[in-house]
Structure formats: C-alpha cells, structure tokens
C-alpha cells in the first residue's frame, strides 16, 4: 500500500521541501512558458499560467492530483474589485510541512524594481500582512524589460534596504538569491527571490 505522506520521513528540512517542491517546478514552469511571454504580458496571466503548468505538466503534478499532499492556487482574477483583500499571487501548501506564499512583480519599465520592494511587493512580508505565522516566503521578479544582470543588481540593491539581516546569493539556481529580514513580530522571514527572465532577444 502507497503511504499518503512518504515525503515525512525523506526529507531532512523544510528548507528541501521548498526547494524541491516549490522552486524546482516553478523553474521548470518558467521553462515551458518564457517562449510565451512579451514586453505586454500582464502580470496576472503569467501568474495563471505559471500555476496552470505547475499543477499539470511539473514534477509535483502527481502529489497534487494523486496523493494530494500538494496544494497551489493563485490570485484571484483581474476582475476583482477594491474590496477583495490583498492575496499573494501564488500560494502552495504542503500538507504537515508548510504554506508558502509568493507575490510577484513584473519589472517592465524604469521605477518598477523599487515596487518589487515596495508595500506591495516585499513590503506584505515584512509587514506580516504575508506569512506572520510561517519563516518563509517566496518573491518571483517576470523581467520583460532590461538586462537580467542589472534587473538582479539593482534589486539586491533595494533588498538591502528592507530590514535586511543576511543575505544568500547563490543558492543553486541561476538568477535567484535568498534574504533574511527582521518584521515587527516574534519571528524574521526568510524570503527567496527568483528572477524569471522573459525579455525576447
């Protein structure tokens, strides 16, 4: 008989859940649709494809339709008005290891890395309004305008400035980094930062 939650005593961290059942398939997601992506793309359909792929055609897809230890789900549709709450973009929950929310930010024009930052972006971690009962957070930068390496630079730039502790650059996978704040609660949040690059050469 198949054990429901065979993954409880493999792995070692929820640092490897995340890393394998998070940013893995959201990396090879990333794959399947950059073809797909333009300078006008609007931020909501790539995060709805991102999900639709992660949840049909990655690694995890079968937790999530099989064994059901998976769950993703993404923000509501554009149509919602100013009433709805503010939810993160993307949001998985592992069963009996953790919840994970992501926000993401497009980078498309001169000012929006500093809203990557902003109240509305990295801003809803450190403020608790994101995540005030887990230690970890995720921040997806869709680059469709500009020089990945100066997007990445600038960015780490303004990261620096928000309550940050510590800092991770290189953590396995190209155009990422991990950070470390302080937030006004009884526990930092440790946020890890993919830049997904989808300006067309």
Same mark, same amino acid.
């Given at each position: ?14 640092? +490897?859940?995340?890393?394998? =059942?998070? !940013? ?8 399947? $649709?950059? &073809?797909? /992506? @333009?300078?006008?793309?609007? +931020?909501?359909?790539?995060? =709805?494809? !991102? ?8 690694? $995890?897809? &079968?937790? /999530? @339709? ?136």
């Amino acid at each position: 008989m198949e054990m429901l939650y065979p993954f409880t005593s493999i792995l070692k961290s929820k640092e +490897e859940a995340i890393e394998e =059942w998070i !940013l893995t398939p959201l990396i090879e997601t990333y794959g399947i $649709i950059k &073809k797909d /992506i @333009y300078s006008n793309t609007r +931020e909501n359909k790539i995060t =709805w494809m !991102l999900a639709y792929n992660v949840k049909h055609k990655s690694s $995890i897809s &079968k937790k /999530i @339709y099989k064994q059901h230890i998976i769950d993703v789900s993404c923000r509501p549709k554009e149509d919602s008005d100013e009433n709805t709450p503010n939810e993160p973009d993307i949001k998985f929950f592992i069963s009996h290891i953790c919840a994970f929310w992501i926000e993401a930010k497009r980078i498309y024009e001169n000012g929006t890395v500093s809203d990557y930052c902003g109240e509305s972006g990295l801003g809803r971690f450190l403020s608790g309004y994101y995540s005030a009962k887990e230690d970890y957070g995720g921040m997806i930068a869709y680059i469709q305008e500009g020089r990945i390496s100066e997007v990445q630079k600038n960015i780490i730039e303004e990261v620096n400035k928000c309550a940050y502790m510590k800092m991770k650059e290189n953590i396995g996978v190209d155009n990422s980094f991990f950070s470390t704040h302080k937030r006004n609660l009884n526990r930092g949040i440790k946020i890890y930062h993919l830049l997904f690059d989808f300006v067309q050469h």
